[in-house]
């Protein structure tokens, strides 16, 4: 046994993860779910539009409900007449690669062996293997927070800031909030919080190269943002689908907690059939405004219960199922990866705090971050695999931690130091 674990150890990481890249190759093409399953048909319905040379219908049709990040990928992928079994083993790819990536950031900080253990620790986090099942854009997402871990982390490496990796580091960013929206949001956050330190004296030198990535990422999303301009006249304006997530966030009804319903579902509640059967023949923009106004209200109106919903919120993202999830006890096994992981993010955090002087400062840009965008997905309607597709960089970070902020020291005891009776 100890012949052959000398024998992995030898082996390059490619070769070293490529069992991983087998098992998430036989998910995905093995356990297929349904091509109308969730978001999936949105996804590829916007993929065909991209190779008839438009995203969305012009106004007042708009359908800005996605980025153009995964669906960009896609419409490569079914131009090259890939099938659906081809298009989800290109989420094992994305998974493989994210684990390679994971392992050159660790090594920055660690030796191989500590790097390959939390790598493999990542590669089997199984939670995420359910979206090797589908085509959306969990896998993707996982890959462009290990490349912006890894750029990150590399920029702040070198003396001189190199321009290659400082656009390598935004346009990683800019492309996450092409594929999930929220983080263009997260982006201006980051630029205010990284302006802010710069004020601070201590961090004055370590936050210019923050601030120069979030910057250059923020111009990056510029395209986007100018086509949403021109189709609905709004200023920065990313996607038309937070606001029905804020209406249901924002329900104030004591038997619901904040959990997103279809329009459908909800023209079947008396609670909001009223207010839903008022909008329905609005056009999307009109129905975006509905939506906003009547969750301000709601949120005015009754704060308590909003943050009542923001605590079960928080619970749904990190560990309970929506009640979209099958109703059986496989839809709740996420759970316990999920309570480690919450655990040690704690701990480390804690341990962090207190030695923050040691900590490298990209891994505090990149920390603030990811809280950053935890804590702006609690507001709306939340999921856990938003939680799931921050675990590059959290396994990132208890290696750290754990290899450069806990010592671990054995005293040997003396004989004449202890005590023993006959």
């Not at 998910?27 to 539009?49: E, H, M, T, V, W």
């Not at 929220?182 to 201590?202: D, E, H, R």
Request: one cysteine or more; proline letters at 5%; aromatic letters at 20%.
């Amino acid at each position: 046994m100890s012949k052959l674990i000398n024998f992995y150890i030898r082996l390059n990481i490619y070769k070293q993860l490529f069992p991983l890249l087998v098992l998430y190759i036989i998910i995905a093409i093995s356990f297929p779910k349904d091509p109308n399953f969730s978001d999936q048909g949105r996804y590829l319905g916007f993929a065909d539009c991209i190779l008839h040379g438009y995203y969305s219908l012009p106004f007042p049709d708009i359908n800005l409900w996605n980025g153009p990040g995964y669906p960009i990928i896609l419409a490569i992928f079914v131009f090259l007449k890939f099938s659906y079994a081809g298009l989800r083993v290109l989420n094992a790819f994305l998974l493989y690669f994210s684990l390679i990536l994971c392992y050159k950031t660790i090594r920055i900080y660690s030796a191989k062996k500590q790097a390959l253990l939390f790598t493999l620790m990542l590669g089997a986090y199984f939670p995420i293997y359910d979206m090797l099942r589908i085509m959306m854009t969990e896998c993707l997402t996982w890959f462009l927070i290990s490349l912006i871990c890894y750029s990150f982390a590399k920029s702040y490496q070198q003396k001189k800031l190199s321009i290659k990796l400082l656009l390598l580091s935004s346009f990683a960013i800019a492309y996450l909030a092409m594929t999930k929206v929220i983080f263009g949001y997260v982006i201006l956050a980051m630029l205010f919080i990284s302006l802010f330190l710069y004020l601070l004296p201590g961090f004055r030198n370590q936050c210019k190269r923050s601030i120069a990535i979030f910057f250059v990422a923020f111009l990056f999303c510029l395209p986007w943002l100018f086509y949403t301009y021109h189709l609905t006249g709004k200023i920065f304006y990313w996607s038309n689908a937070g606001s029905m997530s804020l209406y249901t966030m924002s329900s104030p009804y004591a038997n619901e907690t904040g959990q997103w319903h279809t329009e459908e579902q909800l023209l079947k509640n008396p609670n909001h059939k009223v207010f839903i059967d008022s909008i329905m023949q609005l056009k999307p923009l009109q129905k975006d405004e509905a939506y906003k106004t009547q969750a301000v209200k709601n949120i005015k109106e009754h704060p308590l219960k909003y943050l009542t919903n923001i605590v079960s919120n928080t619970g749904q993202l990190l560990f309970f199922p929506s009640d979209l999830a099958p109703d059986t006890i496989f839809a709740y096994v996420p759970f316990i990866p999920n309570m480690f992981v919450v655990v040690f993010i704690v701990i480390t955090t804690l341990i962090a705090l207190r030695q923050y002087r040691k900590v490298p400062p990209e891994i505090i840009f990149l920390f603030l971050f990811i809280l950053t965008y935890l804590f702006t997905s609690i507001f709306v309607t939340a999921y856990r695999r938003m939680f799931h597709i921050t675990m590059p960089f959290w396994f990132m970070f208890f290696a750290y931690v754990f290899n450069n902020l806990i010592i671990v020291k054995f005293k040997t005891l003396r004989s004449s130091d202890t005590n023993i009776s006959e």
